[in-house]
């Protein structure tokens, strides 16, 4: 079946990093769109990062950009999110998710992993 397993999260203070994982399985991992989002308590999804098949083309959201990266091994079927600079807005639940099309829209996002939690403190 499929799986999308996250890993990575943790506590860390502002001006920190970590670097998120999402380990997939059960499908053709190179053929989907990737994507990373977040929850904080208390508010809806939020789309973070989209990358396409290749990793060639990478979107972020405006509130991220320039401090996440996201990339892709498509040999190890394993997705990434680097995140410099965090800051305690960055706070959340982070999923991975896998689209069949490119997109930023959370429905259109067929499979999802757990989470991995994050906290950002001041």
Known sequence: ??????????SVQAGGSLRLSCAASGYTYKNYIMGWFRQAPGTGREWVSSIN????????ADSVKGRFTVSRDNAKNTLYLQMNSLKPEDTGMYYCAAAPRWTS???LFNYWGQGTQVTVSS
């Not at 079946?1 to 943790?10: A, F, P, R």
């Not at 098949?53 to 972020?60: E, R």
């Open 53 to 60: 098949t290749s990793g060639a083309i990478t979107a972020y």
């Open 105 to 107: 829209v959370d429905s």
């Open 1 to 10: 079946q499929v799986q999308l397993v996250e890993s990575g999260g943790g």
